[in-house]
């Protein structure tokens, strides 16, 4: 399949399912024309949304392009189905196959506790109950030979033994799998005969490394979602079909590049973070753009706040996270995943969070969301509980005549009611009530990228904070101001930045393979022969996904022999030979140094797991309106109250048409910029610039 990128008048869309509105994005390549999209998300049948998010978008185009619009030829797409349904535990039932002796390795885990002084703490409960769980009688040495093979009469009890089961899904994951998977694939072939239609998922094909507790983990995490989210994208398929014949979807993956959705039906797991990593995206097209070096992404949506701190134009990317935490902010307290994933922050609630009295008479905001059903008190849709949402209307922020563009009022009075219960409870004025919600939500959020950046090695001075979201615009100039970051970057169509990202992304896969060696003994012919391996298993997903310019590294998690924590170093991809050492280990202290100071004399380095990335080249790029809402008429729409931070008291501003501000012009805050998918709120003086590309740059000059 030609790539569609490389060719002039493609028409490509990008759907983003939120927690509360599906937002859509549709560009003409090359031009970079865009037209937007948004919808309230559909919980019962997300397919549903973003049906009618394509379907506007086409009729936008066919609007303003009359009998020049093309055709669809591509739909990029980005889900929270695989994360909502491991919180909400609705995934379907799953066995678990391992090694005799290993049946409790659910249970175990690590063996420690995320809060040491909580004499009632919950830990996260496994995805397998202890009753789907298989053993079967073979074993592996570290190596990967076989010291107990694997025979037909086992295999036959263990597929009579699930049978009886009636599970749905089977995750296999055997020990020292990583290394050879021979029993694994026996497995897989005896299930297919015996149990067709079972959806199978293998560790050594989804996270080929070791830490069996994690690789576990993350084995029946994919296996626990796979029917679902494979049911979900042949539905989305066929529902694209009848817009568009022979339209491709392609779908977001948690590293920042996308996949086929073949591919991602059988790795579902992958997407798991895959709307807030084209977020991340999106603000790196932007710094792009304006030569920004130095990005903390802040993206803010329906239900959650997310941060990422990426310097020189890359976003870092991790290989282990976790997911549905029984403690919102405390590590080790939920699920441990083993996939590449840009590495995010969960820093806050999003618009649609709740506020709530605490037994101790204290506000508190989140982590539970009113969503898109029944919504902030303000949407008129049955919510009573008082969000944040409610608390940006209230202090001036939002104008409820001009919410998506005008196309849904919001209700004031509703607002007040709710936010009147709360202030009763907490025994203080509404406006004290709505102000409590907006400043704890940003107080909040500014303390964990203070330290998230800290622990990068940063300064937050030194940044651009770059905001994008549906409720990002409001809330990010008074987060940047908190943190000292003096400028902030709001681009094109923020408050769909999602989609951006996605239609930013290149095509991307990643694989790992583990078998320690030091560095000094290890097999060059294996690595190699193991590495080449990996690449075809990756060239032949990267050419379902039409990508072209593969750009290949070759990975590494190393640590001296001995230690506990590994130190990830690349270098570009090369014919693997015994020279391939002298690079990694350079590559290795120069990274460990930079990390501890200083190298250790006479330790001996070690290769835990070798990894390959394979990415279409990126590129950066430029968008500006389809439509006609860059205006050469008057900008000013004229002025309304809103609440001033500093001053603690309600002053008036003015209000402007966000694209009827002309590149290059100057305005002076405090004041508002209203476009149809955000609003950007600019509380304290500074200087506001539209840029050439319609990005709005704020320059705070106001802190304290």
């Known amino acids: 399949m030609k790539n569609p990128t490389a060719e002039s008048n493609i028409l490509r869309v990008a759907v983003d399912i939120g927690g509360t509105f599906t937002d859509g994005v549709a560009t003409l390549s090359p031009a970079g024309r865009i037209w937007v999209g948004k919808t309230p998300t559909t919980p019962s049948d997300p397919g549903e ?6 379907l506007n978008l086409l009729q936008q185009v066919s609007h303003s392009m009359g009998e020049a619009a093309p055709a669809l030829a591509e739909v990029v797409h980005g889900t929270t ?28 885990g690590r063996e420690w506790r995320y809060d040491i002084y909580d004499l009632e703490i919950v830990l996260p409960t496994p995805l397998v109950t202890p009753e789907d769980r298989v053993e079967v009688d073979e074993r592996l040495n570290a190596r990967g030979e076989v010291l107990q093979s694997l025979g037909a009469a086992e295999l036959a009890r263990m597929s009579a033994d699930l049978k009886q089961m009636g599970v749905e899904s089977v995750a296999v994951s055997l020990l020292h799998s990583y290394v050879n998977d021979e029993h694994e694939q026996q497995i897989r072939a005896e299930l297919e005969r015996a149990l067709p239609g079972v959806a199978v998922s293998l560790s050594s094909e989804l996270a080929r490394e070791i830490k069996e507790f994690e690789r576990t983990s993350t084995t029946a995490a994919n296996a626990y979602v796979k029917p679902i989210v494979a049911a979900y994208l042949q539905e989305l398929e066929a529902r694209i079909g009848k817009i568009g014949a022979d339209v491709p979807l392609r779908v977001m993956v948690s590293s920042g590049g996308f996949t086929s959705a073949k591919s991602a039906a059988q790795t579902p797991i992958l997407l798991l973070e895959s709307g807030p990593a084209a977020g991340v995206l999106s603000a790196l097209n932007t710094a792009r753009q304006n030569d920004v070096q130095h990005v903390l992404a802040f993206d803010m949506g329906g239900t959650t706040a997310k941060a990422c701190v990426a310097v020189g134009g890359t976003a870092p990317v ?57 919504g902030p008190a303000c949407y008129g849709r049955g919510g009573e509980d008082p969000t944040v949402t409610d608390a940006d209307l209230l202090l001036g922020y939002l104008n409820a005549d001009n919410f998506l563009g005008g196309e849904m009022k919001l209700d004031v009075g509703l607002a ?101 060696q030091l560095l000094a003994d290890t097999d060059w012919p294996q690595v190699a022969a193991a590495l080449e391996q990996l690449k075809r298993e990756a060239q032949d997903e990267l050419d379902t996904a039409g990508a072209k310019d593969v750009i290949w590294q070759i990975g590494a998690e190393m640590r001296y022999y001995g230690q506990g924590a590994e130190v990830p170093v690349s270098i570009p991809f090369e014919a693997v030979t015994a020279k391939t050492g002298a690079a990694i280990l350079q590559s290795f202290e120069e990274q460990y140094e930079k990390l501890y100071g200083r190298t250790v004399p006479g330790a001996r380095p070690q290769v835990m ?79 506001v610039t539209i840029l050439p590309d319609l990005t709005v740059s704020v320059t705070i000059k106001e802190f304290d």
């Open 49 to 54: 949304a973003v049906s009618t998010v394509i």
């Open 81 to 108: 189905l695989i994360t909502n349904t491991l919180i909400e535990r609705k995934g379907s039932r799953t066995a678990l196959v391992t090694t005799s002796g290993q049946r409790d390795m659910l249970d175990i």
């Open 318 to 374: 991790a290989h282990s996270f976790e997911c549905a935490r029984v403690e919102r902010f405390k590590r080790g307290s939920g699920l441990p995943i083993l996939i590449p994933s840009i590495e995010l922050i969960e820093i806050g609630a999003g618009g649609g969070s709740i506020a709530f009295c605490n037994r101790l008479g204290l506000l508190n905001v989140g982590p539970e969301s009113s969503g898109s059903v029944p």
């Open 416 to 516: 007040q009611k709710a936010m009147g219960r709360l202030a009763e409870k907490l025994g203080v004025s509404t406006t004290d009530a709505a102000w409590g919600i907006y400043n704890m939500v940003n107080e909040n959020m500014s303390s964990a990228a203070r330290i998230h950046i800290a622990e990068n090695g940063h300064d937050p001075r030194d940044f651009s904070m770059v905001g994008t979201g549906g409720a990002g615009p409001v809330h990010a100039v008074e987060v940047a101001r908190k943190l000292r970051i003096p400028r902030v970057l709001i681009p094109i169509a923020a408050g769909a930045g999602s989609c951006l990202g996605m239609l930013a992304a290149p095509a991307r896969v990643d694989r790992a393979w583990s078998n320690p």
């Open 609 to 687: 797991t070798w990894r390959l990335t394979g990415r279409a080249e990126s590129r950066g790029h430029h968008f500006e309106w389809g439509d006609d809402r860059v205006k050469a008429s008057a900008a000013l729409r004229g002025s309304r109250s809103i609440y001033l931070p500093l001053k603690k008291e309600y002053g008036e501003v003015n209000v402007y048409d966000r694209y009827s501000v002309q590149p290059g012009e100057v305005l002076q805050g405090p004041l508002i910029l209203e476009e149809r998918e955000s609003t950007i709120v600019v509380p304290v003086k500074s200087e």
